[in-house]
């Protein structure tokens, strides 16, 4: 069975690269417990702090779903987005380990 994926990329708002790196950092120590993830991992551009991409691997999309009521998510979800300038998201199917 084809496990749940996420690709995200965030632009910060102007100057808020660090601040909105910190934040998603947190929000993957939380989600390192939250059921069905098997990875949840924050990367910066090479060349710009202000791009940040999330690359996630759940076990399905409802476990994906839930993640978002583990304590302490919605908090940091209301800190990032005044930083956030952009963001795209695409929705993928893992298809190896």
Known sequence: MARFG???KMTAAAGQGYALIKI???AATLMKE???CDSYVVHAAADDN???WITEIWRD???HEQSLSVEGVGELIGQARPMI???EMTKLRTLTD
């Open 34 to 36: 939250a059921p069905g």
């Open 6 to 8: 996420l690709l995200v």
């Open 50 to 52: 202000d791009i940040i």
């Open 61 to 63: 999309e409802q476990s």
């Open 85 to 87: 300038g952009g963001m």
């Open 24 to 26: 998603m950092k947190e």
